[in-house]
């Protein structure tokens, strides 16, 4: 059952209007009650989900990828134009794999591996920054500069290696090494940003819908046991779609995938994942969890993750301050037509503005303190040294924290 209790959730169905009554009759008669947008505090039962999670929990995996579930969502695929087939949903296989991880300054953070690519952003980021004197306040003129330096000489680089390829990984552990770290660090104290520098080529996927939906959440119990996971269908409502009789709503994450650039990792083909910005995260110190943390909202989870993760660990402001205050991106120039910027929410004081943009950066103020449209809300868990835990829920967007 979805709840639509509160306005921000209201929003984002709004927002999504056009392709809630574009002709899936499925997706209207789940979301579009008596064909209306759901009133706040309403519930939207979903007793076709309920029963394929039923399924899914009495079948296992083949009451899944095998049956009538899997045929509902290849005849849907079909009837669109899509190429699904049942052996696709059959040869499916969850993949178990080893996560990313690298030290800063006394701690090891571990992170989602590729086809995703968070971790192969901001991880190299921090190492760039790792011996850098930054000062608090983060949001300085002279940080965010910094920052953004780094940024700029990282993101070239990470956004080439990452996809589901064998090479992938390899490539990013090579991103992180202490040679590779030394060269970025002398290129981000070398460039300069340039506020009319252009996208340069259109080799990689972009998505920059103010409706990515994607969820992030960490659970920890009294075992140890901690699970800090990110899901997405990609944009609101992934593809519009929901088989008849599953209750499941079709992702579009096939967007997410190169098709111009047939050399690079993340171009399409059969049986790869497409590669994703998210980046689930736990922070250990001696062996033991300190932090698990993440957050949703496409392009800008790395550098949301960046900020919280640097101010938190470098810095050693208190986690509820790192995580609201005012949230900054830095964006690459995805079309031919547009420029990269250096975002911010409308917070950010003006002095430290007209600074930056000074200093050659296109600043751009996208919304209004903690609106969440284009700054997804962070949801973590501290492990405290007196063996309390804290949850932290950024209002940002619907974000709940709870204990038991």
């Known amino acids: 059952m979805c709840s639509s209790d509160l306005p921000k959730s209201r929003d984002f169905f709004e927002e999504q209007i056009k392709k809630l009554r574009r002709g899936d009759t499925e997706l209207a008669r789940l979301y579009l009650p008596g064909g209306q947008l759901p009133a706040v505090g309403s519930l939207l039962p979903n007793e076709d989900l309920a029963r394929t999670m039923e399924r899914l929990a009495r079948e296992g995996r083949d009451g899944f990828y095998r049956g009538p579930v899997a045929a509902a969502m290849v005849e849907a695929s079909r009837k669109g134009g899509g190429v699904l087939t049942l052996e696709d949903f059959a040869r499916y296989e969850a993949r178990v794999v080893e996560p990313i991880q690298t030290t800063f300054r006394g701690r090891t953070i571990v992170c989602a591996p590729p086809p995703t690519g968070g971790a192969a952003l901001f991880l190299p980021i921090m190492k760039v920054l790792e011996s850098d004197p930054l000062t608090a306040p983060l949001r300085s003129v002279a940080n965010l500069d910094r920052i953004g330096r ?3 000489a990282v993101q070239s680089r990470s956004s080439a290696i ?7 990984r390899f490539a990013v552990e090579k991103l992180l090494a202490s040679d590779s770290i030394r060269e970025l660090r002398i290129r981000a104290a070398t460039e300069k940003p340039d506020a009319k520098k252009k996208a ?5 996927p972009f998505s920059e819908s103010l409706m990515a939906a ?22 609101h409502f992934g593809a519009g779609v929901v088989p008849p009789g599953t209750g499941v709503v079709m992702n579009n994450s096939m967007m997410n995938f190169s098709t111009t650039n047939a050399r690079g990792p993340n ?3 059969a049986g790869k994942r ?6 689930p995260t736990i922070v250990l110190r001696g062996g033991r969890p300190v932090l698990a943390v993440g957050v949703p909202g496409s392009s800008r989870i790395p550098t949301a993750l960046l900020q919280v993760l640097y101010d938190r660990l470098a810095l050693g402001r208190p986690l509820a301050e ?20 250096l975002e911010a929410e409308q917070s950010l004081p003006a002095a ?3 600074a930056l943009k000074e200093r050659g950066w296109n600043v751009v103020l996208r919304e209004p303190a903690g609106t969440g449209k284009h700054f997804g809300g962070v949801n973590a868990i501290e492990f405290n040294a007196d063996g309390s835990l804290t949850g932290y829920a950024d209002p940002r967007r619907t974000n709940a924290a709870a204990g038991y």
């Open 352 to 354: 430290v503005a007209t």
């Open 322 to 341: 790192a995580i609201g205050d005012t949230r900054v991106h830095f964006q690459s120039a995805l079309r031919s037509n547009e420029q990269e910027a």
């Open 267 to 269: 171009y399409v083909a």
């Open 200 to 204: 340069a080529s259109l080799d990689e």
């Open 274 to 279: 497409p590669t994703s910005t998210i980046g």
């Open 150 to 152: 780094a940024w700029r």
């Open 162 to 168: 990452v996809g589901d390829a064998e090479s992938a």
């Open 214 to 235: 994607t969820t992030h959440f960490a659970v920890a119990d009294r075992h140890g046991n901690i699970v800090c996971a990110t899901q997405s269908q990609s944009l």
